[in-house]
């Protein structure tokens, strides 16, 4: 076997996003494109040479084929040892999990994650630092000034390294080693969680539906929630990784997830429902006849967690992307602990939770996690809420009625503009920042305005500053409208607009969303002119 070296030149627009780099799958199947980027993040990290990564990813097109040609480039550039999920699977927290565990130098997570998948959709390539979390924005920046001057690449010349069976294997000088996925992530999980009580609860009638959305997370659900905990077979739901997963978005929200939502709010509705992304990262949570919202999910864990062995101590701090709602806020005030508010992508949360600032974070994506690992974890906050759910033994709809009264409700809903025109999309945004000074006390569609700004946030760990993270516009009585570009799309612009109303009285608590909503959502547009700018007359998604 000899190592080659391949001329090539820089690509343009290999700039990482809000979570790694999220390309068309043709786009990283070109002549070069993956191989340009794997070498910028060997230069970026300062060289693979004896170094051991992770690698693995959600199944999707492409995935066992960019998985090999890692493993190739990482023996030509020296790195120790490569562990590898079987069949190059492993989920975003499972790989997340293997970093931390075997005590690597990083890995390398191949996903984009909600987006579909597919030869005509999409694919994405992500570094984890060796915290097990994505790298921060200081790395991404080196490995996009990386990808901007290579001139050649380092490759082996060699056949394909079978991933199909667990076991080590050599390529070249480097060590394969090829891992079970599940395994070491189950663990983690036994010991965060009471399985105890969860399997009492089942055993006893509780009725649990997962969709796994044809995505990664299938195996690591059957394995805990049938095998471990006792869900009857067919409680988990489109179990296999699917390469286009099934050729619908692995996004768990209402719309992508509806046959979930439909079945939880029938008849015949099981006790629980989840489900989670392409990448095993998110996840949806719905009670029978309830759809909980992620921030609100977020604000029930947070009041609930010491309920769980792994969480009995307390939490030392929660936080939260800013345009999530606030309702965790509120339950951090009662417990006394601190709330810290952070740019959207979960790179932002490892300094809080390697520092022991915060025990538990969320995004109103769909994203909650905890300090057991360095990502958001889909099958954690389900399993999480089971446990709470054992302990309790109240309907998912008391808990949050409950909650609701003791903490207010933070209504809230997130719209999204797709593939808008870039240029248009940027037009609003600046076009709204240039009229933030002038927003504070005016009255938009009966509301007032209380505070607008461009959110800034300064690391509190290493004092790193990241600038135009959104525009938040906060009004009087406790509500918020939040406009964003999302950093994860492959086709124009995304403009997320996220709404907000607080409402404390407690004869409104039990408020149709939608009407709940009602006058943020008029302001929203008053303000920023969404329909006349974006030419569109409602949002293609609404979550
Ligand atoms: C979106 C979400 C963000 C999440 C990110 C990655 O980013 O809004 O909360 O962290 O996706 O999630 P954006 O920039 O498109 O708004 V995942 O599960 O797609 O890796
Ligand atoms: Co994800």
């Not at 080590?168 to 070491?184: C, F, K, N, Q, S």
């Not at 999980?189 to 009471?194: H, I, K, P, T, W």
């Amino acid at each position: 076997m000899s190592i080659i070296t391949v001329g090539t030149a820089p690509i343009e627009g290999q700039k990482p996003g809000t979570s790694g780099l999220r390309k068309k799958t043709r786009v990283f199947m070109g002549p070069h494109y993956l191989e340009n980027f794997v070498a910028a993040i060997w230069e970026g990290i300062g060289g693979a040479e004896g170094r051991t990564f992770v690698l693995g990813g959600d199944g999707r097109y492409f995935n066992d084929r960019a998985a090999q040609v890692i493993l190739r480039m990482a023996a030509a550039a020296g790195a120790r040892k490569v562990i590898v999920g079987q069949n190059a699977l492993l989920s975003t927290p499972a790989a997340s999990n293997l970093i931390r565990q075997r005590g690597t130098d990083g890995g390398i997570i191949l996903s984009a994650s909600h987006n579909p998948g597919g030869p005509e959709e999409d694919f994405g390539v992500k570094f984890n630092m060796p915290n097990g979390g994505p790298a921060p924005e200081e790395v991404t920046d080196r490995i996009f000034a990386a990808t901007k001057r290579i001139s050649a690449y380092r490759i082996l010349e060699a056949q394909d390294v079978d991933l199909s069976r667990p076991g080590v294997t050599r390529l070249g000088e480097m060590e394969v080693e090829v891992v079970d996925p599940v395994e070491a992530y189950r663990g983690l999980m036994a010991r965060l969680f009471d399985f105890a009580a969860i399997r009492e609860l089942i055993a006893g009638g509780f009725r649990v539906h997962f969709d796994a959305m044809h995505a990664v997370t299938g195996p690591y659900a059957k394995a805990i929630l049938e095998d471990e905990l006792g869900a009857p077979p067919g409680s988990v739901v489109n179990a296999r990784p699917l390469p286009d997963f099934g050729g619908g978005h692995p996004d768990p929200n209402p719309v992508w997830a509806k046959d979930l939502i439909a079945l939880m709010m029938g008849a015949e509705a099981p006790d629980f429902g989840a489900a989670s992304d392409g990448d095993g990262d998110r996840n949806m949570i719905v009670g029978r006849g309830i759809y909980v919202t992620p921030s609100d999910s977020l604000a029930v864990l947070a009041a609930n967690a010491h309920l769980a062995p792994g969480y009995a101590g307390g939490l030392k701090g929660v936080a939260r992307s800013m345009p999530t709602s606030r309702a965790v806020d509120r339950v951090a005030e009662a417990l006394g602990i601190p709330a810290y508010e952070t740019p959207t992508g979960w790179k932002f949360f490892g300094n809080l939770l390697d520092a022991g600032l915060a025990t538990l974070c969320g995004e109103e994506s769909a994203g909650t996690g905890s300090d057991h690992v360095r990502e958001k974890d889909g099958l954690w906050a389900v399993l999480l809420w089971l446990n709470i759910l054992a302990v309790r033994r109240e309907p998912v709809a008391a808990i949050l009625a409950e909650h609701w009264r003791r903490f207010g409700r933070n209504y809230y809903t997130r719209h999204d503009y797709e593939a808008v025109d870039a240029a248009r999309a940027g037009a609003l945004m600046e076009g709204l920042a240039a009229r933030l000074g002038s927003l504070p006390g005016t009255e938009v569609a009966g509301l007032r305005v209380a505070a607008a700004d461009d959110f800034a946030y300064t690391d509190p760990v290493d004092g790193s500053r990241s600038e135009h993270q959104g525009i938040r516009v906060e009004l009087e009585g406790g509500g918020r409208i939040v406009y964003r570009l999302s950093g994860t799309g492959t086709v124009g612009a995304t403009l997320r607009v996220y709404l907000e109303a607080l409402e404390t009285d407690p004869a409104r608590l039990g408020l149709d969303p939608a009407a709940a909503l009602a006058p943020v959502i008029a302001a929203a547009d008053a303000i920023a002119g969404i329909r006349a700018q974006t030419g569109r007359e409602r949002p293609d998604v609404t979550t």
